[in-house]
């Protein structure tokens, strides 16, 4: 399980949204469950296979960090 503090809670929900189409993507082996309380997006991963769930840890990560940066600097890349 993995959370991620936002400032404003518009922030976890924007990022919730964004997260939503890869998590749906993946289902099957690795279970990705997103939760938003206030300003705080909880991830939680469940698998039987150790590998996958690495796999499926390392990919989400890169794109919880591109929707990080996203989410906290709007606007078109400089």
């Given at each position: 399980k993995l959370t991620v503090l936002f400032r404003p809670p518009l922030e976890a929900?924007?990022?919730h949204r964004a997260l939503i189409p890869d998590a749906q993507r993946d289902q099957g082996v690795v279970r990705?469950?997103?939760?938003?309380?206030?300003?705080?997006?909880a991830i939680r991963?469940?698998?039987e296979?150790?590998?996958l769930f690495r796999i499926s840890i390392?990919?989400?990560?890169d794109q919880?960090?591109?929707?990080?940066?996203?989410?906290?600097r709007p606007g078109p890349p400089p």
């Amino acid at each position: 399980k993995l959370t991620v503090l936002f400032r404003p809670p518009l922030e976890a929900h924007m990022a919730h949204r964004a997260l939503i189409p890869d998590a749906q993507r993946d289902q099957g082996v690795v279970r990705e469950e997103h939760r938003v309380n206030g300003s705080a997006l909880a991830i939680r991963w469940t698998a039987e296979d150790l590998v996958l769930f690495r796999i499926s840890i390392s990919s989400s990560h890169d794109q919880l960090s591109l929707v990080i940066q996203n989410v906290q600097r709007p606007g078109p890349p400089p």
